[in-house]
């Protein structure tokens, strides 16, 4: 951290003063010296080079993101030792840059959508490329626009007169030497965007486009020279990069709101406003009931975000060991719970940062705050990898079918077993209502205890409506579509009862006992917040009672005054340096107001005492009125 | 040539979308003066938006400032006039990306709080843009609690001036628009002092700039804050005055004065010097914020029936985004808020000039409740509709996120207003207070103002729906939201006396309390929106074929706030958890009702293409030609960046394949 921090050749103006371009020039001047100084301090570690890039680009995308994170790993996971021969070493010496083409403009999420196609041409032993309509030009591959001269397109294979799926091709864009676009290929910079300024994301449009038979990767599936195809083992395979991508989600679900409750609950203890007792000083806002409302369940959200990240990368990285000995068994609970976990967290975060902006008021909505930043480049992760809908519909899929294995006898394993119980109930309806008033709202077990009945519930309603559906029309996509709201809700709810599990799990395992403390109130205000916010599932399932509510809403108000004491020091505890942070409201020693100022005189517009548009209009239009 | 996926969205229309427009513009003749302004000004290429997401900041403001001296000439030319009907029209056509706009709140500032020799004074050399105005009451350490201003004037009886000072750095002047560069003159909200004793804040004209060269004046230092999420256009300022002085003339002086000798002398209420804002609150709710929400509406729902993706039913073509549920109840209810919201705004518009015209005679009785009023629908509607917007553009996927959708523009401005002219949290605790008095009167049998008296009636009841029908009836959701209201007013209310009987201070009660009554303003709010609503629908009855949808959407917007706020009406047992069900079933059904609608419906919101200036909401649908073309238009394919030459080159040849 101090490495990079210190370097001169790292600094440079604040990125709020720049333009797109200047951005984007100053993101590939810093990624070049970057990777000279890497090879340069012979860094090598995944995890080293991580942090390195990380604090080069204060945690901000970059236009080698693609090609150091998509293009060199598929490389090395799906092609041959030949094709690892000819571009591997080229890419890591950074001859070819690269990036990974497979979003098209007008299909995203459904893959099987893509209308890319590589057809087979037995006679040149090549594949020619094209993108036959408007929405099948590639849009949004990031470092396509400007930077890369080659990129991975995925596109349907056509040979032998059928069409075999989506496949992936390494395609020369550019000429090396000049950059300039290779005949037959169009490509440039897709425009401004909500945030990612210094990621040209861009689109490619191929016409007749030949590349050689060995530019396909060719690892699992492959086409021989005569047009033969030949399959690939397994297709399951792919889960686990996404897996794997969409843990990393998480994890930055819980970084983003860690940084914004960072900033925001600095600057609450900074600022002054009003009175709360007559004839005292303007008390800091921090100790405002509804200002604590806003942050702490946020805090309290960031820190829970922070456990379920790691949980899932330890739980990938264990099974992960399996997958390469074939064993598949657990893949399908990750990938369903990831996909959910990943629109959860993803969700709340995009919600909680806009929260913690709103709640430094104006001044927040200043880019010297640091938040705007920290929300553009974060909200499109509720879309990328995965849009976040179609993500809890794929977790609903999964609770649904082990919901259909309990429903015929069969028990369910994992974080569904709970399922296992609702036949046991069907046959005890007293069940649900006896169990009521063993709900003890200051006990983080119990609380765990609720969120499972909710889930369980909501689960089995929205079970049981899409059976409904079923029995009422012919089609399952028809039925499957008339209870998709139903079956959200019922992924949030899972979602939202592992993540109370997984908290409450940490807790046992913090051995110092004021650690432990702290966090167990933190824990306790995440799952009563999370109840008073839905307090209609938890009383129509009859889980709590309308005083039981009353008593959390009034235990949540009560924690927030346990808590105020410790917020500093808690979002303290992220840790995050003053240049990571990049915010002026979020500076470590509070001196707020003194750098506002210093940073609002290097406005571009402040560059000149009098503005030329005085000249230019305000002055004719005096004269002539 | 039109998408043949929108074309046949039209074609299926239940309504006619012209009559419905003009409903909403309030009479044909309206529809007929707008289009004629919206036309004159798109047509002009000054005015033109096409680029505006390429530019800088420094380009924005500058337009900016170009469009605002343009209109003066446009204006005259057109024959318009700031009181002709067309006036209204004119910032709804350019988007609100002009400049001077606080030139507009100082002269208003003027014209309310100034005496009439002030006014004859002023306003003259405003109109005739002798001079810039701006308003500068926010401070860099102090925003909506006024009380708290350190700015200070001092009122020097042998000169007959006030001296103005900023104590310290929290005390400069911040966010102000068009102070950072353009005026010259402002009104400054500063603490009056006069013989050592303090009167409170006050409003002062101020000169900062030269009328000759623009320099700025003695004792003056100002510049513009930087760059925000938008209003990049605007010059939004800061201001430090260091002794200052300025004639005694200079205080507006409509209701309070100090004469030559220094005595202070106040007549009618204090609190008219709030009146402006009151003022600006309402006039914001329709220009900047439903006018967006409509737009976000309309880009997000055009765009839904153009995309395509996945398969509904095996075998055919993938299916229109907008026939998945979950995609409905994303758009729709955003939907269904825009027509509730913009009847909500009629209603208060109404409300307001009854109340103005009683100030106009000096007689401030309504002020409470315009003012509490303003408060919470500013709240509740800011809040609704930024959430909203953002949902649009999240449905959008990915292609919501580029500038040229025209959402990203289109969020970061709406959600500035919910902290700017009263941040929402305590405006709606405004809002609360003035509830918690009305329902103390009202309890005791006092007259209160008749939007309120709902409050009088305690009647524990449960809903006697039977049915998912039985929701679908006006009568029945209006009763559950009204008791939902009642409910969490009066229990606050029970609260916070509890809380006093029980011995603790009165200023810790409220803090104590303050996360329920913005929950019981919320829902006050809701209540009216939706009486409101109701009543709108009702009144349309003979416009038939309007009335039917207008009714749908009633319906849905009703529901959909019982469904996203169940736990409020299943807490005491007033909905059972089986009529729960029934509400969602009836909500979920409804979302399917208004579907076949919904593209007439924001067709109905009349926007131009131009207006829209987003890739996604075209009329004829030509999404993804139309964001290929513009794509290539940007500056980054125009120009060859230097990147690649400075560093990509060395890059990819020399330095590194030597390392």
Redesign the interface.
């Known amino acids: 951290e101090a490495l990079v921090i210190n370097d001169p050749d790292f600094q440079h103006e604040d990125l709020n003063f720049l333009s797109r371009s200047q951005r984007y020039e100053q993101a590939i001047r810093k990624s070049s010296l970057m990777v000279m100084k890497l090879r340069e301090y012979g860094i090598a570690d995944p995890q080293e080079i991580y942090w390195f890039k990380s604090f080069v680009h204060r945690g901000r995308p970059e236009p080698l993101d693609l090609h150091l994170g998509m293009f060199l790993p598929t490389l090395l996971t799906q092609a041959t030792p030949e094709q690892q021969d000819r571009f591997f070493m080229p890419a890591w010496n950074l001859e070819i840059i690269g990036t990974y083409a497979q979003t098209e403009m007008g299909h995203g999420t459904h893959l099987r959508g893509l209308e890319t196609t590589a057809t087979y041409d037995p006679a040149t032993q090549e594949f020619i490329l094209n993108s036959p309509t408007v929405t099948s030009i590639k849009w949004w591959p990031g470092g396509l626009g400007k930077t890369s001269n080659h990129a991975i397109v995925l596109a349907q294979l056509y040979t032998q007169g059928q069409c075999k799926g989506l496949h992936a091709f390494i395609v020369p864009i550019r000429q090396l030497g000049t950059h300039e676009p290779l005949p037959g290929i169009t490509v440039g910079d897709i425009g401004p965007k909500f945030g990612y300024d210094e990621m040209d994301n861009g689109y490619l449009k191929m016409d007749n486009f030949r590349i050689p038979r060995e530019n396909m990767l060719m690892k699992y599936a492959q086409v021989e020279p005569d047009g033969t195809y030949v399959k690939p083992l397994s297709d399951k395979l792919t889960y686990g990069t996404m897996v794997f991508i969409r843990s990393l989600i998480v994890g930055d679900s819980a970084r983003s709101l860690s940084r914004a409750c960072t900033i925001a609950i600095r600057y609450s203890a900074v600022r002054h406003q009003s009175e709360l007792k007559p004839g005292e000083p303007e008390p800091q806002i921090l100790d405002y009931q509804t200002q604590q409302y806003k942050l702490f369940p946020l805090l309290a959200t960031a820190y829970a975000f922070h456990f379920v990240g790691a949980y899932i990368k330890d739980t990938y990285h264990r099974i992960s060991g399996d997958i390469n000995e074939g064993d598949l068994s657990e893949l399908p609970e990750l990938h369903a719970l990831t996909a959910g976990l990943k629109a959860f967290t993803s969700w709340t975060a995009n919600a909680g940062i806009e929260e913690c902006r709103m709640a430094c008021g104006g001044h927040g909505y200043s880019r010297c705050s640091g938040i705007p930043d920290i929300y553009v480049t974060f909200t499109p992760s509720c879309t990328y990898e995965g849009e976040n809908t179609v993500m809890m519909l794929q977790t609903a899929r999964f609770l649904v079918k082990s919901y259909t294995q309990v429903s015929s006898g069969q028990r369910v394993t994992g974080m569904v077993s709970y399922l296992n119980d609702l036949s046991r109930q069907r046959i005890q309806p007293q069940h649900v209502a006896a169990r009521t008033v063993t709900v003890r709202i200051n006990d983080p077990v119990s609380l765990v205890e609720a969120y499972k009945a909710r889930a369980a519930r909501l689960v089995e309603a929205a079970a049981k409506n899409l059976q409904a559906e079923l029995n009422h029309r012919k089609s399952k996509e028809d039925a499957w579509n008339r209870t998709s709201v139903d079956l959200v809700r019922a992924s949030e709810s899972h979602c939202h009862y592992v993540i109370v599990k997984l908290f409450t799990a940490k807790l046992s395992e913090i051995s110092n006992a004021a650690v432990r403390a702290v966090l167990t109130e933190l824990c306790l205000l995440y799952a009563l917040y999370g109840i008073s916010k839905n307090t209609g599932d938890f009383l129509q399932a009859g889980i709590l009672t309308d005083t039981q509510i009353t008593q959390v809403n009034q235990r949540v108000k009560e924690l927030l005054a346990i808590i105020r004491p410790n917020a500093v020091a808690l979002v303290d505890s992220f840790d995050f340096h003053d240049v990571h942070l990049g915010s002026v409201l979020g500076r470590y020693d509070g001196n707020v107001y003194e750098n506002m100022f210093e940073w609002a005189k290097k406005s571009p517009l402040n560059k000149t005492e009098v503005h030329e548009s005085f000249h230019k209009h305000l002055k004719p239009m005096q004269a002539k009125l | 040539s039109m998408n043949p996926d929108l074309a046949s969205e039209r074609q299926t229309a239940s309504f006619s979308v012209e009559k419905l427009t003009a409903w909403l513009d309030g009479g044909a003749e309206h529809t007929r003066i707008r289009r004629a302004v919206v036309e004159a000004i798109e047509s002009d290429p000054v005015f033109s938006r096409e680029n505006q997401?390429?530019q800088?900041?420094?380009e924005r403001?500058?337009a900016a400032?170009?469009k605002a001296?343009h209109l003066?000439k446009k204006m005259h030319e057109m024959g318009w006039t700031e009181d002709g009907p067309e006036f209204k029209y004119i910032y709804r056509a350019l988007s609100g990306d002009i400049a001077f706009l606080l030139h507009r709140v100082f002269m208003r500032s003027i014209s309310v709080l100034g005496s009439d020799k002030q006014i004859a004074k002023w306003i003259p050399l405003a109109t005739?843009?002798?001079l810039?105005g701006s308003y500068a009451q926010?401070e860099?350490?102090?925003?909506?609690?006024l009380?708290?201003l350190e700015t200070t004037a001092v009122f020097d009886t042998t000169t007959q001036e006030f001296i103005l000072n900023t104590p310290k750095?929290?005390a400069?002047k911040?966010?102000p628009g068009d102070m950072?560069?353009?005026a010259t003159h402002t009104v400054v909200f500063a603490q009056l002092y006069v013989h050592g004793k303090c009167y409170g804040v006050h409003p002062f004209i101020v000169q900062i700039r030269s009328l000759q060269?623009?320099?700025?004046c003695p004792g003056i230092i100002a510049?513009?804050?930087?760059?925000?999420?938008n209003f990049e256009h605007i010059?939004n300022g800061?201001l430090m005055l260091q002794n200052v002085r300025i004639p005694r003339e200079n205080m507006l002086n409509k209701f309070c004065e100090v004469q030559p000798d220094g005595t202070y002398v106040s007549q009618g209420s204090q609190k008219i010097n709030y009146f402006t804002m009151t003022t600006v609150r309402i006039s914001l709710i329709s220009d900047e914020v439903i006018i967006p929400l409509m737009k976000a509406c309309t880009i997000a729902i055009r765009y839904s029936v153009v995309?395509?993706?996945?398969?509904?039913?095996?075998g055919e073509e993938?299916a229109k985004i907008l026939?998945?549920?979950?995609?409905q109840?994303?758009l729709l209810p955003p939907l269904a808020a825009a027509y509730a919201f913009h009847f909500i705004n009629n209603y208060l518009q109404e409300l307001f000039n009854r109340g103005y015209g009683e100030i106009q005679r000096k007689n401030f009785d309504t002020l409470p409740e315009l003012h509490a009023f303003s408060s919470g629908f500013k709240a509740l509607v800011t809040q609704y509709c930024t959430s909203a917007v953002?949902i649009c553009l999240?449905a959008c996927?990915?292609?919501?996120?580029?500038?040229?959708s025209g959402l990203?523009s289109l969020y970061?401005k709406i959600?500035?207003s919910?902290?700017?002219e009263g941040?929402?949290?305590?405006l709606l605790?405004q809002t609360a207070r003035f509830l918690i008095k009305c329902f103390t009167a009202a309890r005791a049998g006092q007259p209160v103002p008749p939007s309120v008296t709902y409050l009088a009636a305690v009647k524990p009841e449960k809903c006697p729906a039977k049915n998912k029908l039985d929701f679908l009836c006006p009568e029945t959701y209006t009763k559950a939201y009204q008791h939902m209201a009642v409910r969490l007013v009066s229990s606050t209310a029970a609260k916070l006396q509890d809380l006093i009987q029980s011995g603790v201070?009165k200023?810790?009660v409220w803090?104590?309390c303050?996360?329920?009554l913005?929950q019981a303003a919320k829902a006050h709010c809701h209540y009216i929106t939706v009486k409101n609503f109701v009543e709108t629908v009702e009144k349309l009855e003979t416009k038939a074929g309007i009335q039917k949808i207008m009714k749908h959407l009633c319906d849905l917007f009703a529901l959909h706030g019982i469904f996203s706020?169940?736990?409020?009406?299943?807490?005491?047992?007033y909905l059972s958890?089986a009529q729960?069900d029934m509400v969602t079933a009836s909500y979920?059904d409804l979302l399917a009702v208004v579907r076949k609608d919904a593209v007439p419906l924001v067709d109905a919101f009349d926007f131009t293409d131009k207006s829209l200036n987003s890739a996604l909401g075209s009329y004829d649908g030509q999404v993804?030609?139309r964001?290929?073309e513009?794509?290539?238009?940007?500056?980054?394919?125009k120009?060859m960046?230097?990147?690649?030459e400075?560093?990509?080159?060395?890059?990819?040849?020399n330095?590194?394949?030597k390392?």
Request: proline residues 5%; contains cysteine.
């Open positions: 997401y390429f800088t900041q420094n403001y500058e400032v170009r001296v003066q005739q843009y002798q810039i926010t860099l350490g102090h925003g909506t609690y009380q708290g750095i929290s400069m911040w966010w950072g560069r353009s060269d623009h320099s700025l510049g513009d804050i930087g760059p925000k999420m010059d800061y995309r395509r993706q996945s398969k509904l039913k095996p993938e026939d998945y549920q979950t995609q109840e994303k953002d999240r996927g990915g292609h919501g996120y580029s500038l040229l990203p970061t959600v500035a919910c902290i700017y941040e929402n949290t305590i605790l201070k200023h810790d803090n104590q303050t996360v329920q913005v706020n169940a736990g409020l009406f299943l807490h005491d047992g958890g729960m979920l993804y030609q964001l290929y513009w794509a290539q238009k940007s500056p980054t394919n120009q960046s230097p990147a690649y400075r560093y990509l080159k060395p890059l990819l040849h330095t590194l394949s390392l």
